[in-house]
């Protein structure tokens, strides 16, 4: 069965660097989104992307966050300067169609641990 | 704004017991419901849906029915296991938009 996929499985960081994270969504699929989650809270939405732009995003998603779609297979996010707080599991997910109600399928996330 | 609202947890049950999660939400559209499920170590996993009031959601023994009356989207297993063990996330998506909006969460502990 046709599955997300994410690198790495967690990643520690120096506060200030950047870091990419990387997602592999289903291949066939058309949007795509970033969440992340704090540890002890809520899953929290960053951002859709849809035809190499970005469709919706929330307040979290500030001048620090970015995505890329940089070929025809991989969905990246990435954090120019991260701070403390950035620390949390990030998820990517991936749904086929453009419609409402639509699953979107997550992948295993990635834990970002900021120094 | 859209808000999901679950029962706290840990919820602990001994095995074959009766389960039920409380789910209720407020959304400006006609949302559609899910109830995902987290086991430990692995990602977020969607176990049922239901996309318009009074539709009953289904999957591996767990059930919940979208009731826009009660604004209310509980699951419900009549007889738990210990493979059920994992942290369940009721969300919603409201209509015209790409985001999800997730409760809290609630962890489940059954035991043998």
């Known amino acids: 069965e046709p599955e997300v996929t994410q690198t790495p499985s967690h990643q520690v960081t120096q506060m200030g660097q950047e870091v990419i994270l990387r997602c592999v969504p289903i291949?066939?699929?058309?949007?795509f989104y970033w969440y992340r989650q704090i540890l002890g809270q809520k899953v929290e939405f960053l951002v859709s992307?849809?035809?190499?732009?970005?469709?919706?995003k929330s307040e979290i998603f500030d001048d620090q966050f970015s995505v890329e779609r940089p070929d025809g297979s991989n969905f990246t996010l990435k954090i120019r300067s991260t701070k403390l707080e950035d620390s949390a599991m990030y998820f990517c997910?991936?749904?086929?169609?453009?419609?409402?109600?639509?699953?979107?399928?997550f992948g295993p996330g990635t834990r970002l641990t900021v120094l | 704004g859209d808000s999901v609202t679950q029962m706290e947890g840990p919820v602990t049950l001994s095995e074959e017991a009766f389960l039920t999660i409380n789910c209720t939400y407020t959304?400006?559209?006609?949302?559609?419901l899910f109830w995902y499920v987290q086991y430990p170590g692995e990602g977020l996993q969607l176990l049922l849906k239901?996309?318009?009031?009074?539709d009953k959601g289904s999957n591996k023994g767990f059930e919940a029915t979208y009731r826009k009356e009660t604004t209310s989207f509980h699951l419900e297993k009549g007889s738990v296991q210990v493979s059920d063990s994992a942290v369940y996330f009721c969300?919603?998506?409201?209509?015209?938009?790409?985001?999800?909006?997730f409760g809290s969460g609630t962890r489940l502990q059954v035991q043998p």
């Open positions: 997910a991936s749904t086929e169609l453009a419609g409402g109600g639509d699953t979107q399928y």
């Open positions: 291949s066939n699929h058309l949007y």
């Open positions: 992307f849809y035809n190499n732009e970005i469709s919706e």
């Open positions: 959304a400006t559209g006609y949302p559609s």
């Open positions: 239901a996309t318009k009031a009074d």
């Open positions: 969300a919603l998506l409201d209509t015209g938009r790409r985001a999800l909006t």
